[in-house]
């Protein structure tokens, strides 16, 4: 069964600092995707990563894929408030419709 | 239209009641799937469909949960005799095909009484 874990599960930082939220999956996929989600709306679509190593950047997320790891990372740089929301991982089973999601990293920007 | 359209938004039924909740997608895209979000959790699967085909319903949590999609383009899930275990968001997303990156609603918030 595919299992995808994030974590941190709740991370709070200070604007201006840099974190990581990693994302581990428990079986073979070369599709990832990061969500973004705002307290009572819906997924918002930040990176479609499609083969290893491969690397985007959009502001100040940047998002990786080591599918040999069965890894993605969500760099955050220089946060702001804005930031603050929930991000969600999700894993294309073996190249299936299905998503499967992790539980999500709610993260706090700190004015 | 421009993005996933689900109704109502917010729907509030007594334990035992039957609920519908309704999707339309994007036009065009061929795809169509349910997903349950519980409190705090991600979202997970519950159905899929290629046009008018039910392809994949092994999400649905009991026989008491039932998805349509006649046409091919609008989909509503149906739940009966409802239970305070149902209470959740329900998300709807398309996608153009069953490979490409789906696209969200905003999703209909049910509650159980």
């Known amino acids: 069964e595919l299992k995808v874990e994030q974590n941190p599960l709740f991370l709070s930082m200070q604007e201006g600092k840099n974190y990581t939220i990693y994302c581990n999956y428990s079986?073979?996929?070369?599709?990832l995707y990061w969500y973004r989600q705002d307290p009572g709306k819906s997924l918002e679509s930040l990176f479609v990563?499609?083969?290893?190593?491969a690397v985007k950047q959009e502001g100040r997320l940047m998002a990786s894929l080591d599918t040999k790891a069965r890894l993605s990372t969500l760099h955050i740089t220089a946060a702001v408030h804005d930031l603050s929301a929930t991000y969600f991982c999700?894993?294309?089973?073996?190249?299936?419709?299905?998503?499967?999601f992790g539980t999500g990293t709610r993260l706090k920007v700190l004015a | 239209g421009a993005g996933v359209s689900q109704s109502p938004r917010y729907k509030v039924a007594k334990r035992g009641q039957d609920v519908a909740l309704r999707c339309d997608p994007i036009?065009?895209?061929?795809?169509l799937f349910w997903y349950q979000q519980a409190l705090g959790q991600g979202p997970e699967f519950l159905t899929y469909?290629?046009?008018?085909?039910?392809?994949?319903k092994s999400g649905l949590p009991s026989d008491r949960f039932f998805a349509e999609r006649p046409e091919g383009s609008v989909s509503t899930l149906k739940i009966q005799r409802t239970q305070q275990e149902d209470s959740a968001v329900y998300l709807c997303?398309?996608?153009?095909?069953?490979?490409?990156?789906?696209?969200f609603g905003d999703g209909t918030r049910l509650s159980i009484l």
């Open positions: 990563l499609l083969s290893n190593g």
């Open positions: 999700a894993v294309d089973n073996s190249g299936t419709y299905k998503y499967i």
């Open positions: 997303a398309s996608s153009f095909q069953s490979n490409q990156p789906q696209h």
């Open positions: 469909f290629q046009n008018e085909a039910q392809l994949d």
């Open positions: 036009s065009g895209h061929v795809s």
């Open positions: 079986t073979t996929s070369d599709r």
